[in-house]
């Protein structure tokens, strides 16, 4: 497929981009021209690169509100300017509800839900004051709207995380764009320990694979680019079509 995607002279933060799914959206906007940033609370060592360039990385919990603000601002200072913004950081290990700690759901809470909204903020304020506005997409899960055993408080943040985004989309438009992508499972390292191969999670999906953390990162360089100008408040689903039905998989078998 020959389509250009051209984001040279355009500056991009992605949260959580030193691995899996955020390594991967890092990768593809440096392989289409753009300056990024990637945060996480440890450093890789060695920061995606991709087109003959290096994302540079900034350490910081965006759990603390003043940790991400400081992040938003020194990134855009190292940029000189902020177009886009992706909140990836999230995840959670599985919990039981009837046992897990407060503290635990909070912390999950924290990382899913508000820590989007820390880093949003200053972003915003960013991007209002420039001619060209912005974008921010926030990375949400299949989990927000179809449950799973095990995950009660990220379910629950996922969830939130989608209404959070409409709301944002309409306080901040026309100049800034807010969006949202509902991802399936993503063969990562991560998911491998969970899943192994994915084969037998892959039998369940309609595309009859996992997605890849290239799927994803397509769909943040769609609703962060130009064909996207009239796109905001949008939840796209990047689930390879979602589970089929239990019935059908019982019939099958």
């Known amino acids: 497929m020959n389509t250009v995607v051209d984001f040279s002279g355009r500056a991009a933060l992605?949260?959580?981009?030193?691995?899996?799914?955020?390594?991967?959206?890092?990768?593809?906007?440096?392989?289409?021209?753009?300056?990024?940033?990637?945060?996480?609370?440890?450093?890789?060592?060695?920061?995606?690169?991709?087109g003959g360039r290096t994302a540079?990385?900034?350490?910081?919990?965006?759990?603390?509100?003043?940790?991400?603000?400081?992040?938003?601002?020194?990134?855009?200072?190292?940029m000189g300017r902020l177009d886009?913004?992706?909140?990836?950081?999230?995840?959670?290990?599985d919990a039981d509800a009837a046992t897990v700690s407060p503290r635990f759901v909070e912390r999950v809470v924290q990382l899913n839900l508000l820590a989007p909204f820390y880093v949003a903020q200053p972003a915003n304020k960013i991007m209002q004051g420039q001619p060209t506005g912005g974008a921010i997409i926030n990375i949400g899960s299949v989990s927000g709207a179809d449950p799973q055993p095990g995950t009660a408080a990220y379910t629950a943040a996922k969830a939130g995380l989608l209404a959070f985004t409409k709301a944002l989309a309409l306080e901040w438009s026309p100049k800034v764009r807010v969006n949202h992508i509902t991802s399936g499972p993503v063969a990562t390292d991560a998911a491998a320990d969970r899943y192994g191969d994915g084969a037998a999670l892959g039998g369940l999906v309609p595309m009859g694979r996992m997605a890849d953390p290239q799927d994803v990162a397509n769909a943040c360089l769609y609703l962060a680019g130009d064909?996207?100008?009239?796109?905001t408040g949008a939840d796209l689903a990047v689930h390879g079509g979602g589970e089929v039905p239990a019935r059908y998989v019982v019939t099958r078998n």
């Open 14 to 50: 992605v949260t959580g981009g030193t691995k899996g799914i955020g390594a991967a959206i890092a990768r593809s906007f440096l392989g289409a021209g753009a300056e990024v940033v990637v945060c996480g609370r440890r450093d890789p060592g060695s920061p995606p690169e991709a």
């Open 227 to 231: 064909l996207a100008s009239y796109v």
């Open 84 to 93: 886009v913004l992706v909140n990836n950081a999230g995840g959670s290990p």
């Open 56 to 78: 540079r990385f900034l350490a910081a919990d965006i759990r603390d509100a003043d940790a991400a603000a400081g992040l938003v601002e020194r990134a855009a200072e190292l």
